[in-house]
């Protein structure tokens, strides 16, 4: 497909599926989820240790609750959006299996590296 090509068809109002079809076939179709939830928000870009509050707290609990069922060394904590002893004990131990060093604060790599994990045991990359 050439991008000029494609350009002329959407302005003769072709819509992104008509255009798909028009260079692949009418078997193309585009699959839709009407929610996706539990997606892993970016960084906050500071640091969450003990005393950080808020939803971005939460959410690593979360994540970090639900990493735990299939790590079952990783420990299960309260998901109350307050960073506490139990949160910075649980990232410690999830830095420890991961490989990161075991500060106990969530910065950007083990932000990500939450992350990451999550969408692995999570299966949300997964749509059927």
């Known amino acids: 497909m050439t991008q000029w090509g494609s350009k002329y068809l959407g302005d003769q109002g072709y819509a992104p599926i008509e255009i798909l079809r028009y260079y692949y076939g009418e078997s193309m179709y585009i699959n ?14 500071y640091d969450l240790t003990i005393g950080s509050r808020g939803d971005k707290v939460r959410q690593i609990q979360q994540q970090l609750n639900r990493i735990a069922k299939d790590y079952p060394s990783l420990p299960t904590i309260a ?36 992350s990451e ?4 045991v999570s299966r949300i990359a997964e749509l059927n």
Do not use: C, H, M
């Open 32 to 45: 839709t989820a009407e929610q996706i939830s539990g997606i892993p928000s970016s960084w906050p870009g």
């Open 117 to 120: 994990i999550y969408v692995g």
């Open 79 to 114: 998901v109350d959006g307050v960073y506490g002893e139990s949160t910075a004990n649980a990232v410690r131990k999830f830095q420890n299996i991961f490989g990161l060093p075991q500060t106990g604060i969530v910065d950007y790599p083990t932000w990500y590296k939450l």
